[in-house]
């Protein structure tokens, strides 16, 4: 989000997968740090936790159009920022949620890596596409996120304003019944697995 995406204070960000482990904590760092914070999942049980953990609106994406609500709810200006870690078809839609000079972050690719893009739309609003994948990268490229993590948000932790959000605990050797639940997409937040 800050890195990548440069998400400065009073900005605008919309995420996908706001109850995953990772949008639990998007959610967090963003509001603690002045963003407005939109985000999608996929049910109103986890639209309503997103909420309540501090989006300012939550879409389900299974009964709403997130590209319309975006609009409605911007004014038609749209968002400075997206995170996406769908891919596919979700690409050309997020390019219509950005407003002027907006940037799309891609972490990971669920629907698929191939899609279809209207070129016009980058030129015309001056859009930054962009990836972001960590495993691959060298341990001195983590250990500065690890540093940035450590000045910048640990603080917030420590003081209980960015909490995890852990939705269930399984010893090692239930590791299979972890990838059940983590695939039914039942969960809210982080699965742990115990050693």
Not at 104 to 131: A, F, H
Not at 138 to 159: M, T, Y
Not at 168 to 185: G, N, R, T, V
């Amino acid at each position: 989000m800050f890195d990548r995406a440069q998400l400065h204070p009073g900005e605008s960000l919309l995420f996908h997968g706001g109850s995953s482990g990772i949008g639990v904590t998007a959610i967090q760092m963003a509001k603690a740090l002045g963003s407005t914070v939109y985000v999608t999942a996929g049910s109103d049980e986890k639209c309503k936790f997103c909420e309540e953990l501090g989006a300012d609106k939550a879409i389900n994406y299974k009964t709403e159009d997130f590209v319309a609500v975006i609009k409605e709810i911007t004014n038609a200006k749209g968002v400075n920022v997206i995170l996406d870690m769908v891919g596919g078809d979700y690409t050309p839609r997020n390019l219509q949620c950005l407003a002027d000079d907006g940037r799309l972050v891609l972490i990971n690719m669920m629907e698929g890596k191939d899609t279809q893009i209207d070129l016009s739309l980058i030129l015309r609003k001056r859009l930054t596409i962009t990836g972001s994948a960590l495993r691959a990268r060298d341990v001195g490229f983590k250990s500065a996120i690890a540093s940035a993590l450590q000045k910048n948000i640990w603080l917030l932790i420590a003081s209980g304003q960015i909490k995890p959000v852990i939705n269930a605990i399984f010893p090692a050797s239930k590791a299979a019944d972890a990838h059940s639940l983590m695939e039914s997409s039942a969960h809210i937040g982080k699965i742990v697995l115990t050693f």
